[in-house]
């Protein structure tokens, strides 16, 4: 498979410093060591708990964050050292839907102008009619009739406002799209038309997705490839149908294992399951602590990815067969 | 009449937002009713008006622009709209809490976390401030919040979404609330986390008879918490029925349908279900039944005219469709 690489990161860092009245406070290493490539046409998924670097790595691919250390490509170009005015102009290539549609949207400015606002940056050509038209439609196509351009921010529904941070991105045509948990705040149906509509524009265009989410049940229907994030670091990489059928980290195996229930019938006095989110070690192997597997040599372990699959001493076997 | 059972009541409340400057109806003639330690969960799809029923309780959407324009709202028989401003003051996050659904509108970006959840502390139950600190640190470790000490001295941008989903969980309990109301409190939480907050909730639910009112579109959530389930469509509500009723016997083809597009009972690869169309916007409802045009069973009875609510199983069941007031 020779497909070209639409964006790539490798080893990258982020460390914040514990600022302010805390001094005594550790500093965070939000995200530590990662690399991947996403390739034209196709959907990268990165999964993994609360707090562990998803959004950091995605602003720092977007490159609205800068890395503490490594580099970030665009189309093959190394982009880690321009600055805001450099990139504006490569933007219309990468476009983002943030997590929290709320605080991403300019209270003050009408829905219509917010979603036109990429446009008027990378189509100047483009008429003010014209633009009013590519926006209408582009919001029809994410659930939202035409009624809603001439509104603002805070007259929406939590969902709808997510919806439109869909369309502002969309709306350049960008080749690669940030998805920053893009359908949380939906229902099952509306949710469903988003991922269905996202899925016609990918084949359509051939555009490449780097989706975040933590809902595995959603991930497994978009994702080619998934990447597990683990406090900072990739632990395990691979082909979706893989991971999802035979997980090689224990970390993985875990969040596959935490499902919710389907009836209320299957309730019980749900008590989370041990160690589901007890922390991280802060040497060897970060996932020590809640690990069922763990032996003596996981303390000196350096959280590096294994042959680029997995970062465990003593992974799972790939054949789900050979379990048990 | 005045009810004085300890419950918070919503009683046949029409709400009208302001669109263009004009009042355009967004919630009508909604009727809820949460008892202390019982879970309600308000589901159905995105803009039904869930949320401004939600806020409705605490009066909030007020400040939106947002107006009651019939029935009432009663919080152990008295009305939250009779009540002086100090009144309400003390009951908003006092006796009754709200998570709200997207954080950032709830958490102010220049105070750090520990100033925000130590002032819920200190309004609602009078600590002194390093009492109320250790309250605050003790409740983020609750909600599984490694490092609350140091959390305490952050400010909300440093923190990641599902974190702060999580520290507004833990300032809704802060004061010892008897009624939450909370507004897709997990969306950005794992499975885990999640099971750790639904374990919270259940022990208050216990302990001391907590009232939760649940606005979700996760049916595992449902599952999980609610004892009584109201599904909204277009402003209204269009059943309503104990949980077990609403998962095995659906009877609104509008919950058939939602239940028919969980993406847990669909294979990867295919393209997931859907319900054709969208939700109609407030002051674009169709007269007669507001979900006949997206409906596969609506004849020329269900668009004549408004649809009455038809309740069976004494009373415990209810649905507004034609269907269901025929086949019963
Ligand atoms: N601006 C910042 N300053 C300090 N720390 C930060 C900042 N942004 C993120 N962090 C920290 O970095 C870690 C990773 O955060 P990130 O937002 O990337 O997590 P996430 O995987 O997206 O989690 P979630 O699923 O909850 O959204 C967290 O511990 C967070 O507190
Ligand atoms: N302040 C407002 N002014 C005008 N219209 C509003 C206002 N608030 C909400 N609306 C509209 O009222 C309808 C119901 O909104 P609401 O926020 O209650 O939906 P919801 O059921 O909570 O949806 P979601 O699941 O997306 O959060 C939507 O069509 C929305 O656009
Ligand atoms: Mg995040
Ligand atoms: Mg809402």
């Known amino acids: 498979m020779s497909r070209e690489t639409v964006l790539s990161v490798r080893n990258l860092d982020k460390v914040f410093r514990a600022g302010g009245l805390f001094r005594a406070a550790a500093d965070t290493r939000a995200v530590a060591d990662v690399s991947f490539d996403l390739h034209a046409g196709e959907t990268l998924a990165i999964v993994g708990e609360s707090g562990s670097g998803k959004s950091t790595t995605a602003r720092l691919a977007m490159r609205l964050l800068d890395p503490s250390s490594g580099r970030v490509f665009w189309k093959g170009e190394d982009v880690t050292g321009l600055n805001a005015r450099a990139l504006r102009p490569k933007r219309s290539h990468i476009q983002m839907v943030f997590q929290d549609p709320f605080a991403s949207l300019n209270p003050r400015m009408k829905i219509w102008h917010t979603v036109a606002e990429g446009l008027r940056v990378h189509r100047p050509e483009l008429s003010r009619a014209a633009r009013r038209d590519r926006v209408a439609?582009?919001?029809?196509?994410?659930?939202?009739?035409?009624?809603?351009?001439?509104?603002?921010?805070?007259?929406?529904?939590?969902?709808?406002?997510?919806?439109?941070?869909?369309?502002?991105?969309?709306?350049?045509?960008?080749?690669?799209?940030?998805?920053?948990?893009?359908?949380?705040?939906?229902?099952?149906?509306?949710?469903?038309?988003?991922?269905?509509?996202?899925?016609?524009?990918?084949?359509?265009?051939?555009?490449?997705?780097?989706?975040?989410?933590?809902?595995?049940?959603?991930?497994?229907?978009?994702?080619?490839?998934?990447?597990?994030?683990?406090?900072?670091?990739?632990?395990?990489?691979?082909?979706?149908?893989?991971?999802?059928?035979?997980?090689?980290?224990?970390?993985?195996?875990?969040?596959?294992?935490?499902?919710?229930?389907?009836?209320?019938?299957?309730?019980?006095?749900?008590?989370?399951?041990?160690?589901?989110?007890?922390?991280?070690?802060r040497s060897g192997c970060s996932f020590r602590p809640r690990c069922v597997y763990a032996r003596d040599a996981c303390t000196g372990f350096d959280n590096r990815l294994r042959d680029d699959v997995v970062a465990c001493l003593y992974p799972l076997p790939a054949e789900p067969s050979a379990r048990d | 009449m005045r009810h004085t059972a300890a419950m918070l009541e919503i009683r046949d409340l029409s709400l009208a937002v302001s669109i263009q400057g004009r009042p355009v109806e967004a919630v009508s003639s909604v009727s809820l009713q949460l008892r202390p330690g019982r879970v309600l969960g308000l589901v159905g799809e995105s803009g039904c008006g869930k949320s401004l029923t939600a806020q409705a309780v605490l009066r909030l959407g007020e400040y939106q622009g947002v107006a009651r324009?019939?029935?009432?709202?009663?919080?152990?028989?008295?009305?939250?709209?009779?009540?002086?401003?100090?009144?309400?003051?003390?009951?908003?996050?006092?006796?009754?809490?709200?998570?709200?659904?997207?954080?950032?509108?709830?958490?102010?970006?220049?105070?750090?976390?520990?100033?925000?959840?130590?002032?819920?502390?200190r309004l609602h139950l009078g600590l002194s401030r390093r009492a109320a600190m250790e309250r605050a640190a003790g409740l983020l470790s609750g909600v599984g919040l490694q490092d609350a000490g140091s959390l305490l001295g952050q400010y909300p941008d440093a923190l990641s979404g599902g974190m702060r989903q999580r520290v507004l969980i833990a300032m809704a309990m802060a004061a010892d609330p008897d009624y939450i109301i909370a507004d897709e409190p997990t969306t950005a939480l794992d499975v885990s986390v999640q099971k750790r907050i639904i374990a919270l909730?259940?022990?208050?639910?216990?302990?001391?008879?907590?009232?939760?009112?649940?606005?979700?579109?996760?049916?595992?959530?449902?599952?999980?918490?609610?004892?009584?389930?109201?599904?909204?469509?277009?402003?209204?509500?269009?059943?309503?029925?104990?949980?077990?009723?609403?998962?095995?016997?659906?009877?609104?083809?509008?919950?058939?349908?939602?239940?028919?597009?969980?993406?847990?009972?669909?294979?990867?690869?295919e393209a997931l279900p859907v319900i054709p169309g969208q939700v109609p916007a407030p002051g674009q409802w169709p007269q007669g039944c507001r979900f006949a045009p997206r409906c596969g069973r609506a004849g020329p009875d269900c668009r004549a005219a408004a649809i009455a609510e038809y309740a069976w199983r004494d009373g415990a069941h209810l649905a507004r469709c034609l269907h269901v007031a025929e086949e019963a």
Do not use: W
Not at chain 1, 161 to 185: F, K, M, N, Y
Not at chain 2, 95 to 103: G, T
Not at chain 2, 212 to 219: A, E, G, R
């Open chain 2, 69 to 121: 324009t019939q029935g009432d709202i009663l919080l152990d028989g008295e009305s939250i709209f009779a009540m002086s401003d100090e009144t309400l003051r003390r009951m908003r996050g006092g006796r009754v809490a709200m998570v709200f659904q997207e954080p950032m509108t709830a958490l102010n970006p220049v105070f750090t976390i520990g100033s925000q959840l130590g002032e819920v502390i």
């Open chain 1, 137 to 281: 439609e582009t919001l029809r196509l994410c659930g939202l009739d035409e009624s809603a351009m001439d509104r603002y921010p805070h007259q929406f529904s939590g969902g709808q406002r997510q919806r439109i941070g869909i369309a502002r991105a969309l709306i350049v045509e960008p080749q690669v799209l940030v998805l920053d948990e893009p359908v949380s705040a939906l229902d099952v149906s509306v949710q469903a038309q988003i991922l269905n509509l996202l899925k016609d524009i990918q084949q359509q265009r051939g555009l490449s997705y780097l989706f975040i989410s933590h809902d595995l049940s959603v991930v497994r229907h978009v994702a080619d490839r998934i990447s597990v994030m683990f406090g900072g670091h990739v632990v395990e990489q691979g082909r979706a149908a893989d991971v999802f059928s035979a997980p090689r980290h224990p970390y993985t195996e875990a969040l596959l294992e935490a499902r919710p229930i389907a009836h209320p019938a299957a309730r019980m006095d749900s008590r989370p399951p041990k160690g589901a989110d007890e922390g991280l070690a």
């Open chain 2, 201 to 269: 909730l259940r022990g208050l639910q216990r302990d001391r008879n907590l009232g939760l009112m649940l606005v979700t579109h996760d049916f595992g959530l449902v599952a999980e918490m609610c004892d009584d389930v109201a599904v909204m469509y277009a402003g209204q509500i269009v059943e309503a029925g104990p949980v077990g009723e609403i998962f095995d016997r659906p009877a609104h083809p509008y919950t058939q349908a939602l239940m028919a597009c969980r993406p847990e009972i669909s294979r990867p690869g």
